[in-house]
């Protein structure tokens, strides 16, 4: 599940980067490869992250850290913390990624990289 509890005002910046890692995090939870891959800066930042579909891993996104600063020309890099459970085990484990983003010439965000 994707659980942020943050809220921006409608139209802000901030509102667009958590839409985008909403609808980029529910299509890896939904197995939703084209929609995953579709919000990506270009299919060669996608293709290092096919992996994410060979696993039955299943995660909750629960936190994103403050976007107001970090910005430097049209990236910014954003934290996402979250639970995820192997199928092999019974309890959850705590980590997080790292996104960097990319604000494209129409003015709209896309992913480049996660780690």
Same mark, same amino acid.
């Given at each position: 599940?994707? $659980?942020? &509890? &943050?809220?921006?005002?409608e139209g802000s910046e901030e509102a667009a980067i958590i839409d985008l890692l909403r609808a980029h995090l529910t299509a890896?939870?939904?197995k939703d490869?084209?929609?995953f891959m579709g919000l990506f800066r270009s299919? %060669?930042?996608?293709?290092? *992250?096919e992996d994410w579909f060979e696993k039955e891993r299943k995660y909750q996104?629960?936190?994103? &850290? $403050?976007?107001s600063v970090r910005k430097i020309n049209n990236q910014i890099s954003v934290r996402v913390l979250h639970?995820?459970?192997?199928? $092999?085990? +019974? *309890?959850p +484990?705590?980590? %997080?990624?790292?996104?960097?983003?990319?604000? +494209?010439?129409? %003015?709209?965000?896309?992913?480049q990289t996660i780690k």
């Open positions: 599940s994707v $659980d942020f &509890e &943050e809220t921006y005002p890896l939870n939904n490869r084209d929609s299919t %060669g930042y996608a293709s290092q *992250h996104f629960i936190d994103v &850290e $403050d976007l639970r995820y459970i192997d199928p $092999d085990q +019974n *309890h +484990n705590l980590s %997080g990624l790292v996104y960097t983003l990319y604000k +494209n010439n129409e %003015g709209n965000w896309t992913v």
